[in-house]
């Protein structure tokens, strides 16, 4: 078998947004699993609605979701020349044709062809007038009057098209720029692209495409058109159904594996397999289990698949997705063994990392602030006396361990006959100024020994204040 050569080819008119990215990805895998080829394309001919922006947020989510080129990226407006070419080439070999009807010639065309109860098409005028090229001329491929184009696909099967239903259709302009199904044809040619896989959006330019792949005499790719992502209501996925674009996903936390993960299961299947690693996709993707039907976008499903991949890493791996989010807080961390120590105990407890930073901060901040209640409730008087003998205790501690920390807490409840809660909440506050946080040992870990003495004493302060 040939180098499998897949392509990736968007429209820089936005973001790179969910549906892009899953066929950015089925593309990319199947291109990483045969150890083929994966070609980036820029198709910026549309120059209104083009912008630099747009292609670079699109490269930007590309690079975050961890799918590299191995060609690319190509832009579309820099190869029109690639395109005169062969539509110099098709006119030359007499399938296409210079056609100088104007748009009031080919409405009247149009108008007469619905009287009769026909296809509102061009009738083919020009078609054997030989015409020369001028400035009022465009180029029309000449297509199959009769017969059926049969696009072949590997997702859908078999569909084919009537030839009478495809008018000799326009492939370049008057003013010379080619038209976007041939500048496609002729990068999937040039680029050398056998394996197609794009939104079933793009179904009904394959016909005209293959049209124009069969005068120029080339060989067709392998066509495999994915049904488009919908959203709970079962309508295409747009704005109204939530973030569309990759970017949001990362903003709002989101590890690009865990992305990549829920992507991939929008349309594809392995027996009911739902957790992958990158790894385990590359090997395990194929065109075979591309589904048939629908899928639908379940923002709960992404999250609860992010909780798992944030609970799979280590915590070194997400230490370097975490700084990130903190640095968005103000907070200017290193992923060193403090960070990583934070990490471990917020690592069961976060869906997102949004939320593992948000957790985070009472670690890095030293002067917390107390929550109101939190603190009207266990920051007491009759708190006070235990909460300066847990600071005396564990300041003094030559091995700061959990063993000793266990001790200190029996220690305690025996000297004030408190049960663990009237000491670990109080505590907890002191160190976090909230009722909730990690398991109060671990934490008291990750945070060390002098923070933890520094804050029980910092609360004690507080207590004596308010008395
Ligand atoms: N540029 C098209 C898009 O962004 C893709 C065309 C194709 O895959 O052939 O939807």
């Not at 394996?195 to 080339?218: C, M």
């Amino acid at each position: 078998m040939d180098t499998i050569i897949t392509r990736f080819p968007p429209s820089p008119s936005g973001y790179l947004h969910i549906g892009g990215a899953r066929t950015a990805l089925f593309n990319w895998l199947y291109a990483k699993k045969t150890k083929g080829k994966f070609v980036l394309r820029i198709e910026d001919t549309d120059e209104a609605r083009s912008t630099e922006e747009s292609v670079t947020a699109i490269l930007k989510s590309l690079e975050w979701l961890g799918i590299d080129w191995d060609e690319g990226p190509y832009f579309q407006t820099q190869r029109y020349d690639i395109y005169n070419e062969h539509i110099e080439k098709l006119v030359e070999s007499g399938h296409a044709y210079n056609c100088s009807c104007t748009k009031e010639e080919i409405n009247a065309m149009r108008e007469d062809a619905r009287a009769k109860g026909k296809n509102p098409q061009y009738n083919g005028r020009c078609r054997n007038l030989n015409l020369p090229k001028s400035d009022n001329t465009v180029v029309r491929l000449k297509t199959p009057a009769t017969g059926v184009t049969l696009v072949k696909d590997m997702v859908k099967g078999n569909t084919s098209f009537q030839n009478a239903e495809i008018d000799d259709f326009i492939i370049q302009r008057s003013n010379g720029v080619a038209m976007y199904n041939l500048a496609v044809v002729v990068d999937d040619l040039t680029m050398n692209i056998n394996t197609v896989i794009r939104g079933d959006d793009h179904l009904v330019n394959t016909p005209k495409q293959i049209l124009i792949y069969q005068a120029l005499g080339a060989e067709l790719p392998l066509f495999g058109h994915v049904p488009m992502v919908l959203g709970a209501d079962k309508a295409r996925l747009s704005k109204r159904h939530g973030a569309m674009s990759v970017g949001e996903y990362q903003k709002m936390g989101f590890l690009a594996d865990a992305m990549i993960n829920y992507l991939v299961r929008l349309g594809w299947s392995h027996g009911d397999q739902e957790f992958f690693e990158r790894k385990d996709l590359i090997e395990k993707f194929d065109l075979e289990h591309l589904g048939r039907s629908a899928s639908m976008f379940d923002v709960d499903k992404l999250l609860a698949l992010n909780a798992k991949h944030i609970q799979k890493k280590s915590p070194k791996e997400l230490g370097e997705h975490l700084l990130f989010h903190l640095k968005t807080l103000g907070i200017e961390a290193k992923n060193d063994a403090f960070t990583q120590g934070v990490i471990e105990t917020l690592q069961p407890r976060s869906k997102t990392l949004v939320e593992m930073a948000s957790a985070a901060v009472f670690y890095y901040r030293d002067a917390i602030e107390f929550d109101e209640k939190a603190a009207h409730k266990f920051l007491t008087p009759d708190t006070m006396e235990m909460l300066t003998k847990a600071a005396d205790a564990i300041e003094s501690l030559v091995d700061y361990s959990q063993e000793n920390l266990e001790t200190i807490f029996k220690t305690l409840m025996e000297d004030t006959g408190f049960k663990f809660g009237k000491i670990a909440q109080p505590l907890r506050v002191a160190i976090t100024g909230t009722t909730v946080s990690p398991g109060i040992f671990e934490m008291l870990l990750a945070l060390g020994q002098e923070k933890t003495t520094q804050r029980i004493r910092r609360a004690c302060t507080f207590i004596q204040d308010l008395a």
